[in-house]
């Protein structure tokens, strides 16, 4: 990962992070200004103060949604009638296919992530806190324990935290690994114990929430840039980014580009700069589209390159930034596999809550799967469209899991259409042949043991 | 009241509600799955999609609006839906073909199909070709005891089971399992389902997943089963039933919708209990005792002259009623006998016991509460009771009271208490207060804030200590007195239940007295307070009260040192209520013994003339229920054999006899009648359902469905030729599927089916609200009815509640106190006849605690003698029973010489073994047995 912007106070998030991606320790940490907004915002500054500056900033979430944060943490009742706790949960499950930043500010610098975690939860007055992390994350997840064990020797964290009455607890939950643990609801069910089945809305999270208490979850990102900001103020946050975005944001690119990486650069930097830094395409291979956001966002196409990574901007040209971390589609792969690929998981992933998801979503994939195994009918294309509606439209499942699954397939149909001619036409495919992709039925259920057999009948 | 339009019809509904039960409240048909009416909502199925409309201008401008759910769409005035538009309905009709991508196509060997909502939906939403072209995913199925059928392969996600069984129930080993299009309703291991109340799945499950075990086995469809409404009669609750019939065998009991008592659901004991109608104990011929002792089988007119004749002229008669039996049956009984000769056929501490019960309910300033009612509390006191296996059904409400807390909470956060999933998340386990004060743990110990393990004296000592503290008359720092009077002095709406299980007055005279202080408090609540007493009969309170006065007992009886001719036992055994020497003593002054019953009990074996008795499946009663809710049970069958209703045999005999009461009794409304005019408590009984005169369009009512089928191939083992329909003098049923079953009295209401609604939850067809009362209003009189006149502060209350707490328990050296350990499945009489049941039973136990036990040096499994050779019981060691008491299994085979609050001796018997019995219990988990 290389690091472009070297001005420590135009890369706040990754400005401790080394070559060697070696974690940085409490001791780097603070020799490079580390804990200090927790030293002049605790008991220095009110909460209401820091809320403001948040709000200012016009910070916006980075988990995949872009919720103006400051807006998001107003809803939180402050002067709360019923004594008990409020709750700040670090969203670290990241598990969106492609997206890999969150881990490598994990990785890299986790006293960053928990100094931004104290000043939120002192900005909120939340006095637990919880880092819900992708089971995978196993070594983020020992340095955020050695990471905590040492701000409680410091006084960082616990009873009141540097004198200034403030309490706050602080604790890592490894999740069970499934990518729904990371919809918000779903990991607060997750986290209590229950099955991770998103929670309908109203009631938000931030009225009730975990434990049925105000609760605010956040990303790993998103909670890293709250104690600069806090710091250095809302105008110099805004300042960081390009566009009408603030601040600045980490972008990655995977696929076949020469450097797949991740970089953090000013938010509204143009799509084709993030390409530059990854040294383009590999050899041989060409770009046709890709999903700017992570596997559950619309492709953009080669025409769209000029276009700034910002929300705003990414949304109008029919995608989402989502996790800002792109998937590149080439010109030797199939966008029906591609696709597939990308449906299956979902529809693996689906909590099975609701009827669009946990049925539309394997019906999705046997179709896919027909089409690409050239047993597909011209009516296929209608099914898949039907499917797209019956699933894609937010407001028809109970959560977003089903409608971001048919953005690949919807904007993908889109672009390149020819793909599935190609296969329901010919009946196979020479960009396929090499993949040998399995069946749907013949590999998922195979070896799956206890109560609920996917044995087909 | 918001005004909503729906496609471009305007509609007046409900503030507060959902769309969905809006739409059905209206009588429009929007499908759905994941919904229940006493559950709420959670948005899983999607199958209540509507298309929602910003507003006029949206819809004007042909805005194809937006999808969302009828039932997690709360209706606000001015909002703009359509139900029926394309959007909507394609994506409906969807949802159904996604449900049934992986569902079998076998409802012709479904045992749901005929009554399955999925059917009924699929159709409704016009769902049929399938476009799916994959395998469908398959599950293995589990055992889940003798009662419940599994197949999962049915299974269509709605989440209804786990709702009900763990949220609603507090069942613990229901799971969903698994993810995606794999998720798995079942347990972690096979094994009997432990609650008490599993029996609902088979209602609950929109699909064939869980289904009745024994209608499974012995099968017939929903359509060709005849029913009629009928009353659980498995304990003093009074649930409402609804039992189906066919080859004269019951096959299977589903619930009656009462909206103030059961609701929607029914206890395992009364769903699967009424089975002992299909039991071979049933008597079907009368039977004469010859000289040898060998009964033979006589007909029924030398019966009736054999019962004559033993009632006629000077013989000294005496007759014994039953608290099981119906108020019509026990008034012709006691008319037949003359007062001073009719026992209720209690035994003594029942028969105080019960009087007790009903005049401290007659003079409480307190509200005597249906269940509905018990729902509404927001604070609790249990006395002695274990009401999940004493009066299931109460249970199950508390379970429900003690979110009234969430509820309140969720109001503060404009939360619809339908929002299911929504209030639970917020409220977590905070509850409304409960406090339990029993002899051992109990089954709702789990949702309650204390409870405390007390002998019965020390329970009743405990609710006098409340009393005080809440009229202010106590010490506040008496502990624990003091926390559980705070909890009722601050609830709006404070119940107080207690019983007669520990056979002990003084807990009921103390859960008087709190609610009686409760309703005086001096506070903004002031007058709101409940009182439920609990009977162990579906008939206990009814006979109290036909018999209010003096009346003798089965022991008083037997005191009676003179000879009796002839002694008539209606629908009673009479060696489950006494010791076996009291009954032989009374046996012995007896000539004559005349025996009216359904079953072979042992009482009916020892008589001279056995009557077969119609069940209450095939006739028709009132029974007083414990709130005082007289109900009207009908038959769902023609008797079979010769038997004949109680009442039938007693006011032929009277009749024969030229009895003057009998002069203008001719039918069975007549006794009711007469018995309401003769007992002025009872007046109200024949206002519990319509007379036999009813008629609905000028028809009677159908007890079988439209489609009922093979009227006349059912009978072709017999005759070829169709016979005509039994006519039912007696009632406004009939025996066939002509006539109307719309719109008569909720008490009248054989079946809930309704054109395009096959299933049970064509019920709110039936409803004037989702949860409200029946069209033709809420079946039952309430004749204690104290709820107009509650807030009257001058009524004289306190007149029957004794003032003066009982002396404090103490443990006396080798004498144990006997307390009880009720069973759902055993305590019940009539139930333990059910074959359904055998596996479930157990042999009767002593609990006692680890001290006592190892001063008798026994352990588990170990036999214990009691007093001079009155029992020999399995021990179980259970610390919660406190030290010098010990628990019986009561109403269990072995028990029937004990007494409830006798002190007896205990000794390890030294070469006992467990009597035989079935291997699996399905109590083991939860109550200790
Ligand atoms: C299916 C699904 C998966 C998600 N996974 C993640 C995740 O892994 N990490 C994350 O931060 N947000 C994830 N989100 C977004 C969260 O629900 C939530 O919006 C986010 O954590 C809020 O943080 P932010 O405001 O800081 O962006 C996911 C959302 C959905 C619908
Ligand atoms: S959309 Fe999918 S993941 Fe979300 S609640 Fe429904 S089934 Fe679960
Ligand atoms: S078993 Fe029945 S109630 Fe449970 S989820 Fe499946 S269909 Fe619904
Ligand atoms: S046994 Fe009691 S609680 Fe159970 S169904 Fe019958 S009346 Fe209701
Ligand atoms: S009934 Fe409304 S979503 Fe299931």
Redesign the interface.
Same mark, same amino acid.
């Given at each position: 990962m290389s690091t472009q912007l070297n001005d420590p106070l135009t890369r706040p998030l990754t400005k401790n992070i080394r070559e060697d991606r070696r974690p940085t320790d409490m001791a780097a940490y603070e020799a490079n200004d580390g804990y200090q907004s927790l030293h002049s915002t605790l008991g220095k500054r009110s909460p209401a103060d820091c809320l403001q500056i948040i709000k200012d900033s016009n910070l916006r979430g980075r988990g995949g949604a872009g919720f103006p944060t400051g807006m998001k943490w107003s809803f939180v009742p402050m002067e709360d009638a019923t004594p008990g706790h409020k709750y700040l949960v670090c969203n670290a499950d990241e598990m969106e296919p492609g997206t890999f930043k969150d881990r490598w500010l994990l990785e890299c610098d986790p006293h960053q992530l928990i100094e931004g975690m104290i000043i939120s939860a002192y900005t909120l007055q939340a006095d637990i806190g919880y880092i819900f992390i992708r089971s995978e994350y196993l070594l983020a997840a020992q340095l955020l324990r050695e990471a905590i064990a040492d701000c409680h020797a410091k006084g960082y964290l616990g009873d009141n935290i540097l004198g200034s009455g403030f309490n706050f607890e602080l604790h890592v939950h490894a999740s069970a690994g499934?990518y729904?643990c990371g919809e918000e609801t779903a990991l607060i069910?997750s986290l209590e114990g229950k =099955?991770a089945n998103p =929670?309908?809305k109203?009631?938000f999270p931030q009225?009730?929430g975990l434990? @049925?208490r105000p609760t605010i979850v956040n990303n790993v990102e998103t909670l890293c840039n709250i104690h600069h900001i806090v710091q250095h103020g809302a105008q110099w946050f805004q300042n960081l980014g390009i566009g009408s975005d603030a601040g600045t944001k980490l972008y990655g690119i995977s696929g076949r580009v020469n450097k797949p990486g991740c970089w953090e650069l000013p938010i509204g930097t143009p799509i084709r700069d993030i390409f530059a830094l990854a040294g383009g395409m590999e050899q041989g291979y060409e770009l046709r589209g890709f999903l700017p956001g992570g596997g559950s966002t619309d492709f953009l196409t080669p025409e769209h390159l000029d276009l700034a990574m910002d929300y705003d901007t990414i949304g109008k040209a029919g995608s989402r930034m989502g996790t800002g971390t792109m998937i590149v589609l080439d010109d030797k792969t199939c966008a029906v596999g591609f696709v597939k690929n990308l449906v299956e998981f979902f529809?693996?992933?689906?909590? @099975?809550?609701? %009827?669009?998801c946990?049925? &539309?979503?394997?019906?999705s994939a046997?179709?896919l799967d027909?089409i690409q195994q050239g047993r597909g009918t011209s009516e296929d294309m209608n %099914?898949l469209a039907?499917q797209i509606g019956?699933i894609g439209?937010i @407001?028809? %499942? +109970?959560c977003a899991l089903a409608p971001g699954a048919m953005e690949p397939l919807a904007s993908g149909i889109q672009y390149f259409r020819e793909d599935f001619e190609r296969h329901l036409n010919n009946g196979h495919c020479p960009l396929c042949h090499e993949h040998n992709p399995k069946g749907? +039925?013949d590999s998922q259920h195979k070896g799956?043991q @206890?109560?609920?057999? &996917?044995?087909?009948? | 009241m918001p005004v909503i339009t729906i496609d471009n019809q305007e509609y007046s509904v409900k503030e507060g509600d959902n769309l969905l039960q809006a739409c059905l409240g209206l009588g429009l048909d929007l499908p759905y799955f994941c919904w229940h009416p006493d559950m709420g909502s /959670?948005?899983?199925? #999607?199958?209540c999609?509507v298309v929602q409309y910003q507003n006029t201008e949206d819809y004007r401008a042909g805005s194809r609006g #937006? /999808?969302?759910m009828g039932c !997690?769409t709360q209706v606000t005035d001015g909002a703009i839906f359509s139900l029926n538009g394309d959007k909507a309905s394609e994506?409906r009709k *969807? /949802?159904v073909e996604?449900?049934m991508?992986?569902h079998?196509h076998d409802c012709p060997v479904c045992a749901e199909g005929g009554e399955c909502h999925l059917q009924d939906m699929t159709v409704m939403t016009g769902h049929r070709d399938r476009?799916? #072209?994959?395998?469908?995913? *398959?599950?293995?199925n589990?055992y889940l005891g003798p009662l419940i059928h599994h197949e999962m392969n049915r299974c269509i *996600?709605c $989440?209804r089971c786990t709702r009900y069984y763990n949220n609603y129930a507090g069942g613990k080993d229901l799971a969903? !399992?698994?993810?995606?299009?794999?998720? $798995?309703f079942?347990r972690h291991q096979e094994g009997v389902l432990e609650s008490e109340f599993a029996g609902n799945l088979v209602e609950v499950c929109p699909t064939g997943v869980f289904t009745d075990k024994s209608l499974v086995n012995d099968y017939s469809r929903k359509w060709d089963l005849q029913s009629a409404p009928s009353v659980c009669t498995h304990c003093a609750v009074g649930c409402n039933t609804l039992p189906g019939e066919r080859y004269g065998k019951l096959k299977r009991v589903h619930n009656r919708y009462n909206d103030e008592v059961n609701g929607y659901f029914l206890c395992d004991r009364g769903r699967f209990g009424a089975k002992f109608v299909n039991s071979d104990k049933r008597i079907n011929n009368p039977g004469l005792r010859d000289e040898h002792g060998r009964y033979n089988i006589i007909d029924p007119h030398q019966a009736l002259h054999q019962l004559v004749e033993a009632c006629q002229g000077d013989n000294n008669i005496a007759a014994i009623g039953s608290p099981r039996a119906s108020v019509e049956a026990n008034f012709l009984l006691k008319t037949l006998a003359g007062e001073q000769h009719y026992s209720p056929g209690f035994n003594a501490q029942e028969q105080s016991l019960a009087q007790l019960a009903l005049s401290l309910q007659q003079h409480s300033a307190a509200t005597i509460p249906s269940i509905k009612d018990i729902e509404c509390a927001d604070a609790i006191f249990i006395l002695g009771e274990d009401l999940t296996h004493s009066a299931p059904r109460i249970a199950l409400a508390l379970r429900q009271s003690v979110r009234n807390k969430a509820y309140a909470?969720a109001a503060e956060?404009k939360?619809q208490p339908w929002?299911d999933?929504?209030v639970r998340?917020?409220?977590?386990d905070?509850r409304s207060p409960l406090f339990v004060a029993a002899v051992t743990d109990t089954r709702l110990d789990d949702i309650a804030e204390q409870c405390h393990h007390l002998a019965p004296d020390d329970i009743a000592r405990l609710g006098y200590a409340v009393a005080e503290q809440i009229s202010g008359k106590a010490n506040a720092s008496d502990e624990p007195a003091n926390t559980i009077a705070q909890a009722l002095l601050s609830a709006q709406r404070p119940l107080i239940i207690a019983g007669s299980s520990c056979g002990n007055a003084a807990i009921m005279q103390a859960a008087a007295a709190i609610a009686d202080a409760l309703a005086l408090r001096k506070n903004e609540n002031a007058g709101n307070s409940m009182l439920c007493l609990t009977l162990p009969e579906a008939n206990s309170l009814g006979q109290a009260m036909l018999s209010p006065n003096e009346a003798p007992s089965i022991e008083a009886l037997a005191e009676r040192a003179y000879k009796i001719d002839t002694l008539i036992v209606l629908e009673n055994d009479l060696f489950r209520r006494a010791p076996a020497a009291v009954v032989d003593k009374l046996l012995q002054s007896v000539t004559t013994l005349i025996v009216l019953d359904s079953l072979e009990t042992p009482t009916l074996a020892t008589s001279q003339l056995a009557l077969p008795a119609a069940s209450v499946a095939e006739s028709e009663g009132t029974i007083v229920s414990l709130e005082g809710r007289a109900q009207r049970y009908f038959p769902v069958s023609e008797c079979q054999g010769e038997r004949r209703a109680s009442w039938a045999w007693l006011l032929a005999c009277l009749k024969e006899l030229g009895h003057p009461e009998a002069a203008n009794i001719h039918r069975f409304d007549d006794i009711t009648l007469a018995c309401s005019a003769a007992q002025p408590m009872l007046k109200g009984i024949t206002l519990a359902a319509p007379d036999h005169f009813y008629r609905n369009a000028g028809v009677k009512i159908p007890r079988q469905p439209q489609r009922y089928s093979g009227r006349t191939a059912m009978r072709a083992n017999v005759s070829v030729h169709e016979p005509k329909q039994t006519e039912d003098d007696e009632t406004a049923l009939a025996y066939t599927m002509e006539g109307l079953n719309r719109h008569q009295p909720g008490s009248l209401l054989p079946f809930v089916w309704s054109p395009g609604w096959n299933s049970n939850q064509s019920l709110h067809k039936f409803q004037t609200e989702t949860g409200g009362p029946l069209k033709g209003g809420t079946a039952g009189k309430r004749l204690l009815d104290n709820r107009q006149n509650n807030n009257n502060q001058q009524k004289n209350s306190q007149q029957a509640v004794a003032t003066t707490a009982p002396a404090a328990f103490q443990a006396s050296a080798g004498q144990w106190l006997l307390v009880p350990r009720q069973r759902i499945f055993g305590s019940d009489e009539l139930s333990s006849y059910s074959d359904n049941l055998a596996e479930l039973l157990s042999d009767a136990s002593i609990e006692i605690n680890s001290a006592d036990a190892s001063l008798l040096q026994v352990k588990n499994g170990d036999g214990l003698s009691l007093g001079e050779n009155l029992a020999c019981l399995r021990v179980v060691i259970n610390n919660t029973i406190p030290q010098g008491c010990a628990a019986y299994s009561v109403g269990i085979a072995g028990t029937f010489n004990l007494t409830l609050g006798q002190r007896v001796s205990l000794q390890k018997a030294s070469d006992w073994q467990r009597p035989k019995q079935a291997d699996v219990i399905a109590s083991d988990g939860g109550a200790h047995v």
């Open positions: 499934r729904i069910n =099955r =929670r309908a109203p009631p009225v009730s434990w @049925g529809a693996q992933e689906s909590c @099975g809550f609701c %009827t669009p946990r049925d &539309g979503l394997p019906w046997q179709v027909d %099914t039907r019956f439209a @407001g028809n %499942t +109970h749907k +039925h799956q @206890g109560v609920s057999q &996917g044995v087909a009948s | /959670i948005g899983a199925c #999607r199958q999609a #937006r /999808i969302v !997690m994506f *969807t /949802i996604s449900l991508l992986n079998p476009h799916y #072209r994959g395998k469908k995913n *398959t599950h293995r589990q *996600t $989440y969903a !399992m698994a993810a995606h299009d794999h998720v $798995y079942g909470l956060l939360l929002q999933a929504a998340n917020l409220a977590q905070q």
